[in-house]
């Protein structure tokens, strides 16, 4: 199985920024060919993407959701299995739990961590 372990999350002012991790652990976690990414869920809304990064052997493929673009940047360590998303220019509609991610063969998530913008 795999373990998630997230941190990072906390409050910040709009403009602001945050940077969030998660380390990835167990026996399926390689550097090659799997997903690692943020999901976020926000109070009385449906859960939803914020940006994944794919292990494709010697090159990464990042996808990001519209509302974050030019704000968000993933980035992996495969060493480490570790994930990172720097989050900047916060807007109080990013506030939402925030949801590691991990793909291979099928879906895991780690348990969320709270990411709160004041205006």
């Known amino acids: 199985q795999v373990q998630l372990v997230e941190s990072g999350g906390g409050l910040v002012q709009a403009g602001g920024s945050l940077r969030l991790s998660c380390a990835a652990s167990?026996?399926?976690?390689?550097?090659?060919?799997?997903?690692m990414g943020w999901y976020r869920q926000a109070p009385g809304k449906q859960r939803e993407l914020v940006a994944t990064?794919?292990?494709?052997?010697?090159?990464?493929?990042?996808d990001y959701a519209d509302s974050v673009k030019g704000r968000f940047a993933i980035s992996r360590d495969n060493a480490k299995n570790t994930v990172y998303l720097q989050m900047n220019s916060l807007k109080p509609e990013d506030t939402a739990i925030y949801y590691c991610?991990?793909?291979?063969?099928?879906?895991?998530w780690g348990q969320g961590t709270q990411v709160t913008v004041s205006s």
């Open positions: 991610y991990f793909w291979k063969f099928r879906a895991y």
């Open positions: 167990g026996s399926i976690v390689s550097s090659n060919f799997n997903t």
């Open positions: 990064i794919t292990s494709g052997g010697n090159t990464n493929y990042a």
